[in-house]
């Protein structure tokens, strides 16, 4: 399939919108009308065509711009992409999967020529072609994870195994819910999700870790995390939250279903062959209130998910300042009928 | 509460199968140092000491010597101690074990200074003692403000007023600090000290 990359912003003006495909497409996070923490990971498989699930590295309409805003964010805080040292492996690992993964799945748009190390690839979205020797760093424009991961949407970490745990010791972060990869840097899983509440308590943080741990290549897994933006800000990262908070103040019930924006985050986890690290990819998918309307079970359904959301959760996920005007806003379109189970539409 | 992030400290326990012992403390902590090192006969006169604080120069770095402590350093402040810790780090050997005890600011700059030379974290012994001021960086400016008693401080650099994160980076030895008034310009909680 040939896709359309759309020309928009992620901030300023704030050109971004769905295509009625990217909406029906859209992964709705909830498959039931109440949410708390848990530990929801399923195997990382091909799911149903069309949708974000149908190739391990979902590309979409939004590539090109947000690409284009990666590179924004990178040229005024290069601290966003950040690698220790010993990672420089798991980094050439990582451009194997994507550009494999992408090359596959998107012929049309990306293609990979390999001759033992001798690799050539051609970006025709975003004009590169590129020949390098695999494993030579010297031989990028950039190192290996940055020179990728500036070409695939969602960031990414690498995490690296030793003494029991998980850390993560490099990482791509630029369309983040407010947390920073600079300061997080070198933590390992538990210090990483310190901020996070409620999750410590009920365990969920020690069942992933091992779980991860156990992690084999070729058998990735993915999970679900979500919040609210209150715009179709990607960077909304605590570096430049004293520039972009405000826009959480400016959410009234005239211009909620426009502004307010369901924020997805699609995470997969991969074992790399070589380094023996585990990626973490985080993809970002926006939706206004009005995408999310236009498909009626999406509309009862989060609208029952807002309304009850544990207050530490919304104080965490900042939706407080706008929670209830996004309730209101919602409730008309909750008839109180059931829902189905499940994520997908009706 | 408990901070996940923040490291779990105990009391000083001399590592008997290190052939040498680099203690890091501050006034606060130089009595925890001390009583370490008098568990063993022989580990004193196998210990570099660096002690840190106006006049420890006279007054601790003393009670070390008498202690049998091979070398005695001084500094009077952790910035200016640390420019001799790098060197005491840079020459150590195999076999070396570091410890070190007092604020939690003094804690974070050693550790963060060791993992330099790789050694882990974990592996540095550490007890804290006196104040629970914390070091904060500044998440939008980098910049480290020193001795944070309050849930809100002025970033000493940029003048960003900061709430401070219950999150804490050993590599960084700082807790985080992030806008206080982003979504409502020059509107805070109340002041309160909670870090004392």
């Known amino acids: 399939m040939v896709l359309a990359f759309k020309r928009e912003t992620f901030r300023d003006d704030y050109t971004f919108r769905n295509s009625p495909e990217a909406v029906r497409r859209f992964p709705f996070p909830f498959d039931a009308d109440t949410y708390m923490y848990s530990v929801n990971i399923e195997p990382h498989v091909a799911g149903r065509k069309g949708s974000v699930f149908e190739h391990p590295i979902d590309i979409d309409e939004h590539y090109v711009s947000e690409m284009r805003d990666r590179a924004l964010v990178l040229k005024n805080d290069p ?11 798991a980094g050439w690992d990582l451009v194997e999967l994507l550009m494999v993964s992408m090359s596959e799945a998107y012929p049309e748009h990306f293609l990979l020529e390999r001759n033992g ?72 899983f538990f210090e990483w999700h310190a901020p996070v509440p409620l999750a410590h308590e009920k365990g969920v943080f020690e069942r992933a870790l091992k779980f991860l741990m156990q992690l084999r290549q070729g058998h990735p897994v993915r999970r679900f995390n ?22 959480r103040a400016l959410i009234t019930p005239e211009n909620v279903s426009e502004r307010l924006h369901l924020r997805v985050e699609l995470q997969a986890l991969w074992r790399l062959p070589r380094s023996n690290a585990v990626v973490f990819s985080i993809r970002c998918y926006l939706a206004s209130m009005n995408d999310i309307v236009s498909v009626p079970k999406w509309g009862r359904r989060l609208h029952r998910v807002l309304r009850d959301v544990h207050p530490a959760l919304a104080e965490y996920k900042g939706l407080t300042r706008y929670r209830q005007t996004a309730v209101d806003f919602l409730s008309k379109y909750d008839d109180g009928q059931e829902t189905s189970p499940g994520i997908w539409p009706d | 509460m408990s901070i996940k992030s923040r490291p779990r400290y105990s009391e000083l326990e001399l590592d008997i199968k290190s052939k040498r012992h680099i203690v890091v403390c501050d006034k606060n902590g130089a009595a925890a140092a001390q009583r370490m090192l008098r568990t063993s ?25 008498s202690m049998g402590c091979d070398v005695v350093m001084a500094s009077p402040t952790i910035e200016a101690a640390m420019f001799r810790l790098d060197q005491v780090f840079a020459k150590a050997t195999m076999g070396t074990r570091i410890y070190v005890a007092g604020i ?17 974290p974990m592996s540095v012994r550490q007890q804290h ?40 980076s050993r590599r960084l030895g700082a807790f985080m600090g992030v806008s206080a008034d982003a979504e409502e310009a020059g509107v805070l909680p109340p002041i309160e000290e909670v870090f004392r």
């Not at chain 1, 601290?79 to 492996?89: A, E, G, I, S, V």
């Not at chain 2, 550790?111 to 882990?120: F, N, S, T």
Request: charge should be negative; hydrophobic fraction near 35%; include cysteine.
């Open chain 1, 79 to 89: 601290l966003r992409c950040q690698t220790l040292p010993h990672m420089d492996l």
């Open chain 1, 117 to 188: 190390n001798d690799w050539h690839w051609v970006n025709r979205p975003l004009g590169i072609d590129d020949r390098f020797t695999f494993g030579v760093t010297s031989t990028l424009p950039y190192g290996p994870m940055e020179y990728i991961t500036r070409q695939c949407q969602g960031d990414f970490c690498l995490l690296d195994q030793r003494d029991g745990n998980l850390w993560v010791d490099a990482g791509m972060v630029t369309t983040q819910a407010d947390w920073s990869m600079d300061f997080d840097l070198g933590m390992n």
């Open chain 1, 226 to 247: 979500w919040t609210m933006s209150s715009t179709p800000r990607l960077d909304t990262s605590p570096e430049n939250y004293h520039k972009w908070g405000y826009e």
């Open chain 2, 41 to 65: 006969n022989v580990a004193a006169a196998n210990t570099t000491v660096l002690v840190i604080g106006p006049g420890a120069d006279k007054e601790e770095a003393g009670a070390f010597e």
């Open chain 2, 104 to 120: 939690e600011g003094l804690i974070g700059q050693t550790v963060a200074l060791a993992q330099r030379y790789g050694v882990k």
């Open chain 2, 129 to 168: 003692c006196g104040s629970l001021k914390r070091r904060v960086q500044c998440v939008h400016c980098k910049g480290v403000t020193e001795d944070v008693t309050t849930q809100i401080v002025t970033c000493a650099h940029c003048g960003v007023p900061l709430f401070v994160r219950d999150h804490f």
